[in-house]
């Protein structure tokens, strides 16, 4: 019954923009809160960024603070990440992800999309 579709990804080159959603179902969507996790080949999946049910609280990987923007409309039942400045190491398939509170650890949560495809080149 829950579903998070991602969709945004693409080929980009470096230095341009890409904005990811998340648009989730099934689910009380303003009762949880939506990560980002993405996950290059040949590594770990890893955290990107989170956000609250509320959006009052906020939390990006280090590798991510200052060009990617995390955001949502519960009206929507959508989130959101913006992706600026993209850098060839930032290529990878990125995953939404529902929990009840927002975390960086990619166990803590109970539903995951698909993923999406972003890709930038040099």
């Known amino acids: 019954q829950v579903q998070l579709v991602e969709s945004g990804g693409g080929l980009v080159q470096a230095g341009g923009s890409l904005r990811l959603s998340c648009a989730a179902s099934g689910l009380t969507f303003n009762s949880y809160a939506t990560g980002w996790f993405r996950q290059a080949p040949g590594k770990e999946r890893e955290f990107v960024a989170a956000?609250?049910?509320?959006?009052?609280?906020?939390y990006y990987a280090d590798s991510v603070k200052g060009r990617f923007t995390i955001s949502r409309d519960n009206a929507k039942n959508t989130a959101y990440l913006l992706m600026n400045s993209l850098k060839p190491e930032d290529t990878a398939v990125y995953y939404c992800a529902a929990a009840r509170f927002a975390m960086r650890d990619r166990n803590g949560y109970d539903y995951w999309g698909q993923g999406t495809q972003v890709t930038v080149s040099s």
């Open positions: 956000i609250t049910w509320s959006g009052g609280i906020i």
